[in-house]
Each structure stands twice: as C-alpha cells, then as structure tokens.
C-alpha cells in the first residue's frame, strides 16, 4: 500500500529538495507538499495523511498546530517535526502534542529523516521517553523565554504580561475570556518554571532587542 506523506515548509526551495530526496528514497510513496498551516489542514481535509513532516516554524506559525489539528480532529496521521531551532521547550512541545513521533534537527542528513518516516509509517516512535526527561530536566536548569518555544497565543499573553496588563485586559485586548487567558498562563508559567507575572515578565523583557523572532 501506498504511502501518503505531507511535507509542510514555508520555504519552497528547502521544501522541493526535501520532496526531492523523498521520492528517490521512497519506493511507493505519494508526496504533497504546501507552505502553511491553512494549506496543510485542506489536505488533512482531503486526503488521509500516513506521516505528516512539519517545519517547527512556519512564518509566524507553528507546525505543532497543525499536529495539534490532527490530535483534535481525531486523524490518524503520525507527525515527524524537522526544525533548525532546536530546543529542550520544543521538544516537550512536540511530545505533548500526542501525534509527534520524531524530532530532528535539519542540518541531519536525510537519512535519519527517511528512517524516521519509516517508522512512524509503522506505528514507532524515535522520541523516547528518556529525550523527553532529558529535556524536561534542560528547560528546569535553564529556564529561559524562547517566542520559538510558545505557540502564538501564549506569545501574545507572555508579552501583554511584560506590558503590564491585566487579565481583563488581555482577554480584551485578544478577545478572549478570561478562562482562558489564565489557562494559557498556567501553561506558559509551567514550560518556563515560574510562578509569578513579575518573574514572566522579567524573562520576556530579557528577550525582548536580542531575539529576531521576538514579536506579538
């Protein structure tokens, strides 16, 4: 049978080449490739997806949304995320979302991926339990604010905390109610190890000038 693989990079050029090595690797394989996570849930929509390949980063989206999609949805497909940020937080991340089975860095050759692929496309998984602890243990030594690490919600909350606003305001400002602007914090509180909007808020302001990404 078949195998019905989605890569999704926001980057054309990085993404043909990847197709590219896929198909010369992959002897019975059917390969659609988009750039966004709009694009990646039409296909999801259309077609059933075996391994999905995500870009972590996405302009200023997540691939982890669309994993997060597949979770929500009830979708079968297995996710392997290919990324040049690498970090403990998206590792946790990525584990978390339930569908991801595999984290690799793309400076790797394309081997690892096409193993990856393989495996996923039989129900295993190459992120351990041990790398997940590894990095869980990483981000509580080394807790840190990464925009990479959250997804564009939890951004837009973190920095309207280092703004100084409320709750209210923030659910205001986002439109969202207040449930779950606190939810978000409780989330956002627990991946950097802090307790208070004042410790949240110090982090943020120690990114803000040195992180490109850096933005609400």
């Not at 909350?157 to 779950?180: H, P, Q, R, W």
């Amino acid at each position: 049978m078949a195998l019905n693989l989605l890569i999704v990079d926001d980057h054309p050029l990085v993404r043909s080449g990847i197709c590219h090595e896929l198909e010369e690797r992959l002897d019975d394989a059917n390969i659609v490739e988009v750039g966004s996570v709009a694009e990646a849930i039409d296909v999801l929509a259309a077609t059933t997806i075996d391994v999905a390949v995500l870009d972590l980063r996405l302009n200023a989206e997540s691939g982890l949304d669309i994993a997060r999609h597949i979770v929500d949805n009830g979708l079968t497909a297995q996710c392997v995320v290919l990324t040049s940020y690498a970090s403990p937080q998206n590792i946790v991340n990525s584990h978390e979302t339930g569908c991801v089975v595999a984290f690799l860095e793309k400076s790797l050759d394309v081997e690892p991926l096409v193993a990856a692929i393989d495996a996923a496309a039989n129900g295993l998984s190459s992120l351990t339990v041990a790398s997940v602890r590894a990095a869980e243990a990483a981000i509580h030594r080394d807790g840190c604010y990464n925009p990479t690490d959250f997804t564009k919600r939890e951004r837009s909350i973190a920095e309207s905390v280092a703004d100084g606003l409320s709750d209210s305001a923030i659910a205001e400002k986002l439109n969202l109610a207040g449930s779950t602007v606190r939810n978000n914090l409780t989330a956002i509180y627990r991946k950097l190890s802090v307790e208070s909007r004042t410790q949240l808020a110090a982090l943020v302001w120690a990114t803000r000038g040195t992180d490109p990404s850096f933005s609400a």
